[in-house]
């Protein structure tokens, strides 16, 4: 398995413009997780899907993100319009949660800009 | 709600010292606790995990529940070690997805 895939790794664009970030489970995980890490606040939860149906959306800064996960293996998180505070880096994680090993597996991430 | 705290933002030692990274939590019910470590720029990696008590790189972590307390500790620090290390706390509960409340995050730094 490849592991948890994220795209793009990094992305550089202007205020106001919108931004998709993408994410690729690990095939049989059945949660997803979306986190934003800064410098200043650490490692954030956003939202979260459990069966790809979003459970708690409550860390999503405000309306101007948004997270979908239309099927088990793909979700996006957009921002629209993008802000130069929503500069960080984007994780995704998935997991099994059937039993076992209960450890998140983490993307690469997206390291955004925002200019 | 559950909470977990990382009270050194930084941390450096001297390769071959001991060095131990804090980390308490509060959480009303029963918790399972995690390690992370993220090297320079790379991905979050599961470094160990209470429930398992192994020793992973040379690292383990005993959770205290007297003192709501799952330092992580290593008797000889080595450079390669330098990283940004996360404590993490996911409810101890079978059902639904099991979030993970990270904290803050301690960057180890290991000087030669």
């Known amino acids: 398995d490849a592991g948890v895939i994220q795209s793009p790794r990094h992305e550089v664009t202007e205020m106001g413009q919108e931004v998709t970030l993408r994410c690729k489970p690990i095939?049989?995980?059945?949660?997803l997780f979306w986190y934003r890490q800064t410098m200043m606040r650490g490692l954030e939860l956003l939202i979260y899907?459990?069966?790809?149906?979003?459970?708690?959306d409550s860390g999503m800064p405000e309306d101007r993100f948004s997270a979908k996960m239309p099927n088990a293996s793909f979700s996006t998180l957009k921002i629209q319009p993008s802000e130069p505070r929503d500069s960080a880096v984007y994780f995704c994680?998935?997991?099994?949660?059937?039993?076992?090993?209960?450890?998140?597996?983490f993307g690469s991430g997206t390291r955004l800009t925002v200019v | 709600a559950q909470r977990v705290t990382q009270p050194e933002k930084l941390l450096s030692v001297f390769k071959g010292a001991p060095v131990e990274l804090k980390c308490n939590y509060s959480y009303s019910g029963s918790p399972e606790l995690f390690w992370y470590v993220q090297y320079s720029r790379q991905r979050l990696q599961l470094l160990l995990r209470?429930?398992s008590r192994e020793s992973i790189k040379g690292f383990t972590a005993d959770l205290n529940k007297g003192e709501t307390s799952f330092h992580l500790k290593k008797p000889f620090a080595q450079e390669e070690d330098s990283a940004m290390y996360y404590c993490a706390l996911s409810p101890l509960s079978s059902g639904s997805a099991r979030q993970l409340t990270f904290g803050s995050g301690t960057q180890l730094t290991v000087l030669p």
């Open positions: 899907f459990n069966n790809n149906v979003p459970i708690d």
């Open positions: 095939s049989g995980h059945n949660s």
């Open positions: 209470h429930i």
């Open positions: 994680a998935s997991i099994s949660g059937t039993g076992g090993d209960y450890g998140y597996t």
